[in-house]
C-alpha cells in the first residue's frame, strides 16, 4: 500500500508528540541504541544540535566499553538498569523489534530516522511537490513511511527491479542521447542495453 501525504502526516505529529519536549535544550538525558554506521553519525549530529547524549547501546556485547565521540557504549542488557529519559533507534534493521524491547522496559523512545524525517518534514513534503512524476512522489512516500514507521513493506510496495527504464521517459527514446554518470559496475548501462533491444 502506498502512503498518502495524510497519512504520512498523521504519523509524523505521532512521532513528534513520542519526543520529550527538553530534548532539544539539554534537560532529557537521552541515548542511542544501534553504533553501527547511522549511530556513529547520529552521536555527532545529535551533540551538534545541544542534546545531552550520555550512553550508547549495542546488542554486540563486544563493542561495550567501548566509546562512540566520547559518549560510553554500553551492552543492551545494561539499559535495564541504567534507564536513560530518551532512546533514539539507531539499528535500522532492527527498528520494530528494538521499540519493542524499549516499550516492555518503559523507555521512552523513537528511531532516530523517524525523528530526522518528523524534524524535516516541511522540506521533505517541497521536494515531494516539486517531482515530476506521480510515481517518483509515491516512492518517496514509501521511503519517508518506512523511516518513520521501521515497517520495511511500505519500501517492497514500490521497488522496482527496472528502476529507471519503469518510467516511460526512459523507454523509446531513439533520437535521445543517453548518460550513465557514475556507472559503479556497468549494471544501468546494461539495463538501457536490454530495454532498447540494442537498438539506441
Known amino acids: 500500500m502506498i502512503p498518502t501525504l495524510r ?7 505521532r512521532v ?3 519526543v520529550p519536549e527538553g530534548l532539544t535544550r539539554g534537560d ?5 541504541y544501534g553504533v553501527g554506521f547511522l549511530g556513529r553519525w547520529a552521536v555527532s549530529q545529535l551533540k551538534g544540535r545541544g542534546i545531552k547524549l550520555l550512553s550508547c547501546y549495542d546488542a554486540d556485547a563486544a ?17 535495564k538498569t541504567r534507564r536513560p529519559d530518551f532512546v533514539f533507534v539507531t539499528a535500522r534493521h532492527a527498528v520494530l523489534p528494538v521499540s519493542a524491547m524499549l516499550s516492555d522496559l518503559g523507555i521512552a523512545h523513537a528511531s532516530y530516522d523517524a525523528w530526522y524525517v518528523a524534524s524535516n518534514f ?11 512524476d506521480e510515481r517518483s512522489r509515491e516512492v518517496l512516500r514509501a521511503v519517508l513511511m518506512t523511516m518513520l514507521t521501521g515497517d520495511e513493506s511500505y519500501c517492497a510496495g514500490v521497488f522496482e527491479r527496472n528502476q529507471y ?4 521517459q526512459f523507454c523509446g527514446t531513439h533520437r535521445e542521447i543517453y548518460v550513465d554518470a557514475g556507472a559503479f559496475v556497468g549494471d544501468s548501462a546494461e539495463r538501457f542495453i536490454w530495454t532498447h533491444n540494442g537498438v539506441f
Open 63 to 79: 563493542l561495550s566499553g567501548g566509546a562512540v565521540d566520547g559518549v560510553p557504549v554500553h551492552a543492551a542488557a545494561d539499559l
Open 16 to 18: 513528534l508528540q513520542s
Open 165 to 168: 527504464f519503469c518510467l516511460s
Open 28 to 32: 532529557v538525558a537521552a541515548g542511542i
Open 122 to 132: 516541511a522540506a521533505f513534503r517541497h521536494v515531494h511537490d516539486r517531482l515530476g
Open 7 to 13: 497519512s504520512l502526516n498523521a504519523v509524523m505529529e
